[in-house]
């Protein structure tokens, strides 16, 4: 048994952080089954080699955790990087030997250590007109032998470091997005390899980005402030014990750069004629250049980069060039994809690159940009004319899949284009795959909605002047993208600007970061994003630390939405998003001024009335509360938290049912959230889903619900005896449905299910984008329901599974992987004639809760033995939905005869 795969902070060898006390997790490898973990001993180290005289050493702790373990020694120093190594001990008596080592670095830890300077040129501006770039440099000497270098550096906007003419790493879009005015991330490089002995040269550019260019629909400016700056502190270790600083102060001189305009929504003006050949390396004469200035910004906002840096993360060739029927040449991607095309370039010096980033072709098979509403997206460069000239824009990045060349001198190849596509660097580790086609096509276009929409905060869209950190959004998706990819600092960092974002009395932003208006907050179903999002990534981590983190906040928005409530228990004031975006209003229904959007025809908010959906979303955070001080041991506000949600749903009850059990609203969503919600007495809910699939059937097995209603949907259905209904909907290919939009071409999920109408022509252009992942939360389904992955709230993480795969949709075999934390755990099942095999994979240190669909103790065999011939599996028993076993760690191979499987119609208890 080996102990591999070290984690601090979920991250593998993080480089500048400032959590005090660090939390480290492993993973556990053996070739047996059933190894639970019974104890652990951890020892950090300040150096590598020997942990001869460990900084800390945790001595033998008896416990199976392996996710979460907290340091415990010595108050942690700056600027310090600390090496750990694991050993364990398991429940075969075996003692692992110990891990390869891993390590992690604090970053500057107190406020009081930065020297340096906030500084910006000292050239006057005019804010409120497009400006070049600047560009800063300095030099200093290094004299002696490096022991190791690190930059800390952040800035107000966009900014990029360079060190004698490279960039510091592969960072983007430094220093991301956060409520810059409350807490501003700085991030870490190790330089130490990129300096020399003598003369060398730091260099940044600067870029508006989030935090003065155009922001939001309303065309707002300097949201944040209105001038750029960049803060760097650099400091040498030599391996003589002594330490050089180099700081941003007024010694730093500052000119312009080609970068003429760089704009996150409206892309990149750069005139390469500009360029200062060497700016950013050593003995350049900047005599010609400007000065700086400092800028007073509080130190005290400064954290450590907390959630992974943006980076490029694949290359993608276009597919085709073609010509449109207008005339127009554009370049095909063949694929949605967000970030930028690199291309190559040849012409005379003066000579233009014109590039236009779009999504869509239009009914005539011309090009659409209508919906990019005032976002430019639009990349223009201007050739020096030296010969092969190769580009890519700095501050911005496009939602596109397809490039309107406007200008390129010289002849077009798919050659000289690259896509690159960039988003938050988070782990990949979910992966679901089935015999159906068009569901793959369909996971396809999940994961690429989650691509081009985690970049540095989730967002609804990244291609339209929006791309804002839309809560509701965020909340309705967040538990499909645990699925897929490691998400757990992304949110973390996110959740931190909710709450210092949240209003004084509770109330939460529609969006996140807040750049809306003041009176631009809480509509039910977005606010409680606050509860929602901190609940998910504790069940799929077991992070209790989140739960810690964000308790006030969750509590506040609930304790909001009671003042606001009639008699504290029904939500019927306010401005609320609705059903968003549900099909069954009527459409004429115009969105008004409050969204600050010209009115427009068109149906936006669903049929589901406000007050339902409000106190409907209201219970369900309430009761989330009220678990989640359970978690935390807060035993007064258990009690009131729990009076409260009963409060609430008897409310619900009174004012939403007959005493005879009818649903007063007969929308799609008013059944779904209901029954989802558990404010559906039990006596009641057959006849609350038997109305939910008569509603469904009367609209010829098409779903009918917006935002809110169509995640749980599916949820609803199968929880209650109904899977088959479920099926349907997600295997319907007519509109509406999800498929729909995959036969008719899609590469990401659509905002609208109508995006592109069956007739060809689209949904208004004012709000259309081709990539929101709102919809995309029936992955959730997938992997939970279809292969049968969850969590269990009582052991969270993946700690204990529940694994009940329901197979239907006429699927021959599905199979789902997920990499928990503590290791990869599969379940795939395939039918082979009147055969079931299921193949499962339990990590190590967890057990699993497994329902095998329509199986019988006296048929079902384990890797080729009668189960029941072993006693391999003492807690297994037979129910009516097939055989419930209690699995330990291991890979198993289960095969019974199966007829094609119809559940008993039993409603959820
Ligand atoms: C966004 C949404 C968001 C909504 C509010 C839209 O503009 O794109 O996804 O949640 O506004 O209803």
Known sequence: MNVKELRCEYKKNPVGIDVLIPRFGWILDSDLRNVMQTAYLIQVSKDDAGFTYPFWDSGRVNSDNSVHAEYGGPVLLPRTRYYFRVKVWDNHRFESEWSEPAFWETGILNAWEWSAWFITPEVEIDSSKPAPCPALRKEFNVAGEIKSARVYATGLGLYELRINGEKADDQLLTPGWTSYNKRLQYQTYDVTLKLKNGNNAVGVLLGDGWYKGNLG??????????????????????????????????????????????????????????????????????????????????????????????????????????????????????????????????????????????????????????????????????????????????FTFQGFRYVKVEEYPGELSPDNFTGIVLHSDMDHIGRFECSNELLNKLQHNILWGLKGNFIDVPTDCPQRDERLGWTGDAQVFIRTACFNMNTVPFFEKWLRDLKADQLKNGGVPWVIPHVLNEDHHSSSGWGDAAVICPWTIYLCCGDERVLREQYDSMKSWVEYIRGQAENGLIWNTGFHFGDWLALDAKEGIRVGDSLGLDEKEGNYFGATPNDFISTAFYAYSTGLLARTTKVLKKSEDEKTYSRLHDDIVKAFREEFFTITGRLAVTTQTAYVLALMFDLVEKKHRKRTVDALVKNIEENNLHLTTGFLGAPYLCHVLSQNGRPDTAYKLLIQTDYPSWLYQVAKGATTVWEHWDGIKPDGSFWSPDMNSFNHYAYGAIGDWMYRVVAG??????KPGYKHAVIKPQPGGQLQFACAELKSMYGVIKSAWRIEADTMVINLTIPHNTTAAVTLPGAKIESLMENDSPIGSTDLFPRCRETGEGVVIELFSGVYTFTYKFKIFIPQQSCKQ
């Open 789 to 794: 992955l969850d969590t269990d709230e009582e």
């Open 217 to 394: 629909w309303v065309h707002q400016k300097n949201v944040y402030g209105t001038r750029v700056c960049i803060l760097m502190q650099l400091h040498i270790k030599y391996t003589d014990g002594t330490e050089q600083v180099v700081v941003s102060d007024n010694t730093w001189k500052s000119s312009t750069s080609p970068i003429l305009m760089s704009e996150i929504y409206h892309g990149e003006i750069y005139d390469s004629r500009l360029e200062m050949s060497g700016w950013d390396e050593a003995n350049f004469d900047d005599s010609g250049w400007g000065g700086v200035k400092e800028l007073d910004v509080p130190k005290n906002i400064l954290v450590a980069q907390e959630n992974v840096p943006i980076r490029k993360i694949e290359e993608i060739k276009p597919v085709s060039i073609f010509k449109t029927p207008a005339g127009e040449t554009v370049i095909d991607m063949g694929q949605n994809m967000v970030g930028w095309l690199r291309f190559r370039v040849s012409g005379p010096e003066g000579s233009k690159v014109v590039l236009k980033h779009f999504e869509v072709m239009n009914k005539e098979g011309n090009v659409y940009t209508e919906n990019l509403r005032s976002a430019r997206q639009t990349m223009e460069y201007i050739l020096k004319g030296a010969g092969e000239e190769t580009f890519e824009p700095h």
